[in-house]
T-cell receptor, first 112, second 115 residues
Framework: SQQGEEDPQALSIQEGENATMNCSYK?????LQWYRQNSGRGLVHLIL?????REKHSGRLRVTLDTSKKSSSLLITASRAADTASYFC????????????FGKGTTLSVSS | DSGVTQTPKHLITATGQRVTLRCSPR?????VYWYQQSLDQGLQFLIQ???????AKGNILERFSAQQFPDLHSELNLSSLELGDSALYFC??????????????FGPGTRLTVT
């Protein structure tokens, strides 16, 4: 079962614009992670935010976490065509140790 | 390059057959995870091994099994294959379960097509 649910399912923007993706989850978490997947390839870890953090930055990425609303957002600033990919949020499974439970992902298309 | 390798990249086989997928984790990582990605189910956790021992099970069918060997590579065995088993199978590894966060490093995946 999915723990995280991303919104929107798909997002199309122009190069240079910002892209915001949201993730909601169901249970309490220790941390939340965002991953990127280029078409048909392996997932790449982008950023991790701990439950006691509210905001974290990494390059053009900004992640926020609101544990009271059980939600997180990923902002990509000044998008590039190379950012075209699917983005997933992931949390630790409560039943399966350190396994990750992924949302269904947001597919981002950045056109030049 | 994540440092996690998976072979083969593609597999095409018939229903009822058995296949073995192989994964080598990043150097030093003791935990190996297997995930299945399909259009209808999304990314689903199957099973985790830690230093040779099964650590956790997810949505893994009884027809599927896995093991982790002393050199830490892992194999996922899929038997009595059905059309619905067609999917991308990913292996991921992570650092030892200590106080470190549990980011995982994914291999490139094996695309299984059952015909």
């Amino acid at each position: 079962s999915q723990q995280g649910e991303e919104d929107p399912q798909a997002l199309s923007i122009q190069e240079g614009e910002n892209a915001t993706m949201n993730c909601s989850y169901k249970t309490s978490i220790n941390n939340l992670q965002w991953y990127r997947q280029n078409s048909g390839r392996g997932l790449v870890h982008l950023i991790l935010i701990r439950s006691n953090e509210r905001e974290k930055h990494s390059g053009r990425l900004r992640v926020t976490l609101d544990t009271s609303k059980k939600s997180s957002s990923l902002l990509i600033t000044a998008s590039r065509a190379a950012d075209t990919a699917s983005y997933f949020c992931a949390t630790l499974s409560n039943q399966a140790g350190t396994a990750l439970i992924f949302g269904k992902g947001t597919t981002l298309s950045v056109s030049s | 390059d994540s440092g996690v390798t998976q072979t083969p990249k593609h597999l095409i086989t018939a229903t009822g057959q058995r296949v073995t997928l192989r994964c080598s984790p990043r150097s030093g990582d003791l935990s190996v995870y297997w995930y299945q990605q399909s259009l209808d189910q999304g990314l689903q956790f199957l099973i985790q091994y830690y230093n040779g021992e099964e650590r956790a099970k997810g949505n893994i069918l009884e027809r599927f099994s896995a093991q982790q060997f002393p050199d830490l590579h892992s194999e996922l065995n899929l038997s009595s294959l059905e059309l619905g088993d067609s999917a991308l199978y990913f292996c991921a590894s992570s650092v030892v379960e200590t106080s470190r966060p549990y980011e995982q490093y994914f291999g490139p995946g094996t695309r299984l097509t059952v015909t």
